[in-house]
């Protein structure tokens, strides 16, 4: 499974919700709390191409993007696939995946 990162604030539904499915998944993850750190805050933006929001997941590297994005991909069954490597399964039409296509 590839290495998995989310950056959550403390107090953000959105970020249990993006956890959650993680979890349901038994997918491990790095969660960083940017609820305190601007530094940390800084690295998630670069890292999220200028998203503010919180979660932003990050999946072997790739910015996934938040609850919503999860979300969506475990309903489409996309997420196995991303946690088990196969991205090249994804359907790169879709807006919200284009961030996948490297």
């Known amino acids: 499974m590839p290495e998995i990162e989310i950056y ?3 107090y953000c539904p959105y ?3 993006a956890k959650a499915i993680l ?3 038994g997918a491990a993850f ?3 709390s940017v609820s305190d750190n601007p530094e940390l805050f800084d690295t998630m933006v670069r890292r ?3 998203r503010r929001s919180v979660p932003q997941s990050f999946i072997g590297g790739v910015g996934i993007g938040g609850a919503d994005e999860l979300s969506l991909l475990q309903e ?3 997420l196995d696939l991303i946690l088990q490597g196969e991205r090249s399964t994804l359907d790169t ?3 919200c ?3 996948l296509v490297q």
């Open 97 to 99: 995946f284009r961030c």
């Open 76 to 78: 489409r069954g996309q």
């Open 93 to 95: 039409d879709e807006p």
């Open 23 to 25: 979890q349901r998944k």
């Open 30 to 32: 790095l969660e960083h």
């Open 15 to 17: 970020c249990k919700m």
């Open 8 to 10: 959550t604030k403390d």
């Open 48 to 50: 999220a191409q200028g």
